[in-house]
């Protein structure tokens, strides 16, 4: 989507808000963007915190000449009430979609690799036992659930290993790096007999619980999941049964359901489980890429260019 052309107006206030980061007034201004608290002049709005839904409406009703807002993360499931209230708005609405899609898939390929030479367990033991349970990456079945920039990304990370990647998506057409591209509605086809299972989509109603018992016990035996999109898009309950049962090989979780994992959950305790506390993209160089999409957009807002990371009111994310 392309900025409306012509002439510049002398301010278009943009308010960073509810904190005014630094890293964050400094992009606006070095895309020659105008800070200004958030009033009835506002017409950008870089939203600086993860949450916050109810205010952030609060946000827009104090500024209703806002034609741009800037949402931090890819994840905008946080703000699902606010977007769907938000058709027909003429509103552009903009995330952090495609920001941190290299540290989150290398983050994916991590957790793989660890689950299938069974590091998990290794990690715990106590005593010197040697087995010959661990798997390979090279020429595995692999199944990436989303075809975004964590996919994409993922993609070429996985390339050198020679996996046979299939990817599934919300809709149709090929994902370069894939050996077949499917639809959500095939995606028990797919797993059948699959070595590894990465879920990096956004959570919608179409993909919450999408990974359920069905599609886990349709997994090769040994086979591992990774979640780094959603904790809900997989069955907990189903995801520990497979676990205990002993089909599952290991599951690396950087994302759970419920979210923050509590003490005593079973997950912490399930066998060869590896989980991190939704740190995928918890980088030094973080606020920066941050930093570059809302300079980036900031041109866009100004009329110079495309916005990057358009949210899909229709879709959701």
């Known amino acids: 989507m ?15 808000v509810p904190e005014a980061e630094a890293g964050l007034v ?21 939203w600086s915190a993860a949450a916050g839904g109810a205010d952030l409406v609060d946000a827009l009703r104090r500024a209703p000449g806002t034609r741009w807002v800037q949402l931090p993360w890819a994840g905008v499931d946080g703000f699902a009430d606010v977007l769907a209230a938000a058709h027909g708005d003429g509103r552009v609405w903009t995330s952090g979609k495609g920001v941190y899609a290299q540290p989150v898939a290398e983050h994916a390929l991590a957790l793989t690799l660890a689950l299938l030479r069974r590091l998990p367990r290794r990690a715990r033991a106590d005593e010197w036992r040697r087995d010959h349970s661990s798997r390979s990456l090279f020429g595995a079945r692999v199944v990436v659930l989303g075809a975004g920039g964590i996919a994409e990304s993922l993609l070429r990370l996985l390339a050198p290993f020679g996996a046979r ?11 370069e790096g894939a050996e077949r591209t499917v639809t959500t509605g095939r995606l028990l ?23 359920d018992a069905g599609v886990l016990a349709a997994l090769a035996p040994g086979a591992v999941v990774v979640n780094v999109g959603r904790g809900p898009i997989v069955s907990t309950d189903a995801l520990v049964a497979a676990l205990d049962s002993g089909h599952l090989g290991g599951a690396g979780l950087d994302v759970t ?4 994992l509590p003490a005593g959950h079973a997950l912490w305790s399930a066998p060869d489980c590896l989980i991190t ?22 041109r866009a807002f100004l ?6 990371g358009l949210i899909d009111l229709e879709a959701g994310y």
């Open 2 to 16: 392309t900025a409306a052309s012509g002439a510049r107006p002398a301010l278009e206030p943009i308010a960073v």
């Open 26 to 46: 400094a992009a606006v201004e070095r895309a020659g963007g105008t800070v200004a608290p958030l009033d009835e002049r506002t017409r950008g709005i870089v």
């Open 165 to 175: 990647v299939a990817v599934v998506r919300r809709s149709g057409g090929a994902v």
């Open 189 to 211: 086809e797919v797993v059948t007999g699959a070595d590894v299972l990465i879920v990096a989509a956004a959570l919608t109603e179409e993909t919450r619980g999408l990974v």
């Open 257 to 260: 359901d419920p979210e923050p």
């Open 277 to 298: 506390p939704h740190v995928a993209d918890a980088l030094a160089t973080t606020p920066a890429l941050l930093a570059e999409r809302v300079e980036h957009n900031v």
């Open 303 to 308: 009329g110079e260019g495309d916005y990057a």
